[in-house]
């Protein structure tokens, strides 16, 4: 799990950096975004915030907190906070959603245009006298 300093800042310089950050991520190119991901998180902390996206647009979909748990390892207790904060925000779950839907429906493309490839293979090669196995 990530580490968070227990030297507390003060409120105010809490409140600066983070608007900092955020207009930093706000004003990012679409290239750039792998570069400061690379640059500003861990591989732990971008796979935790990956995790937690994908259970809440999981959870979103209607999937049962058992199937979250065993797709991406997570415990009930952090699909539980998940869960707490999409009826707490639900807007910007919504919003978040809405972002991933093409995503999922690229990939479901790519599933079946890979299915459909091997099969038309399978199928030339059977008629053509080979064999794939």
Do not use: C
């Not at 105010?12 to 640059?39: G, R, W, Y």
């Not at 809405?98 to 429906?105: D, T």
């Amino acid at each position: 799990m990530t580490h968070v300093s227990h030297k507390k800042l003060s409120k105010q310089t809490e409140a600066e950096i983070i608007s900092a950050l955020k207009s930093a991520l706000t004003n990012l190119k679409p290239n750039d975004v792998n570069k400061v991901f690379s640059a500003l998180l861990t591989k732990t902390e971008q796979i935790m915030l990956a995790k937690r996206l994908t259970a809440a647009y999981l959870l979103l979909e209607g999937a049962s907190y058992d199937q979250i748990s065993k797709s991406l390892n997570l415990t009930e207790q952090t699909i539980s906070k998940v869960h707490f904060e999409i009826n707490s925000s639900r807007d910007v779950y919504n919003f978040l959603y809405s972002k991933l839907s093409p995503w999922k429906r690229k990939m479901v493309l790519k599933t079946l245009l890979k299915e459909l490839g091997f099969r038309s293979l399978k199928l030339f090669v059977k008629h053509g006298g080979g064999r794939i196995y």
